[in-house]
């Protein structure tokens, strides 16, 4: 039985389900057919754009952003999809810190749906460092299908995976 390491925390139930639709090759028409609207966020550029744009509407007195891009080693390297750190360097006598957000580069290419839902993710962390009833209150706030689309996200990277092989 095929590991499903996106969804190993969900019941076996659902597993099963989504390995039928693999066994099928019926996941990826599924979820073309759902998230069907692509996006035109491209360079990095736009993405910054596009992340300032969505925290000016939900987080406008957080922290400002020093960097945005998309990485293309994140999924590889950290196991993770997006990223926010913060950088901190010392200019003369005073602490300088600079937060940057990084986002993999498989959301690319990805439906806008996904892109915004990482986006959202990692503008949480601005004010909830900890994945907790707190932070999950806010992703929902800035996108109310937010669990649904976590969900869906995760049957996309494991459609992703099944064609890679």
């Known amino acids: 039985m095929e590991t499903l390491k996106y969804l190993a925390g969900y019941p076996q139930q659902l597993q099963a389900q989504v390995r039928t639709l693999i066994a099928q090759q019926r996941l990826g028409d599924v979820l073309a057919h759902k998230y069907a609207e692509p996006h035109s966020v491209r360079s990095d550029g736009q993405l910054y754009d596009y992340v300032q744009a969505?925290?000016?509407?939900?987080?406008?007195?957080?922290?400002?952003?020093?960097?945005?891009?998309?990485?293309?080693?994140?999924?590889?390297?950290?196991?993770?999809?997006?990223?926010h750190t913060a950088i901190s360097?010392?200019?003369?006598?005073?602490?300088?810190?600079?937060?940057?957000?990084?986002?993999?580069?498989?959301?690319?290419?990805a439906p806008a749906a996904f892109l915004r839902m990482i986006v959202v993710h990692e503008l949480a962390h601005l004010k909830e460092y900890e994945h907790n009833k707190?932070?999950?209150?806010?992703?929902?706030?800035?996108?109310?299908?937010y669990h649904q689309l976590e969900f869906d996200m995760r049957l996309y990277l494991t459609h992703l995976d099944a064609a890679r092989r």
Do not use: I, N
């Not at 925290?55 to 950290?78: A, F, I, N």
């Open 89 to 109: 360097r010392v200019q003369g006598g005073r602490l300088k810190a600079s937060r940057e957000l990084r986002v993999a580069s498989v959301f690319r290419d």
């Open 134 to 145: 707190a932070f999950y209150q806010l992703c929902t706030h800035m996108e109310p299908d």
């Open 54 to 83: 969505l925290k000016e509407r939900h987080l406008r007195k957080s922290v400002p952003l020093g960097k945005v891009l998309y990485d293309g080693r994140l999924q590889v390297m950290k196991h993770a999809l997006g990223t």
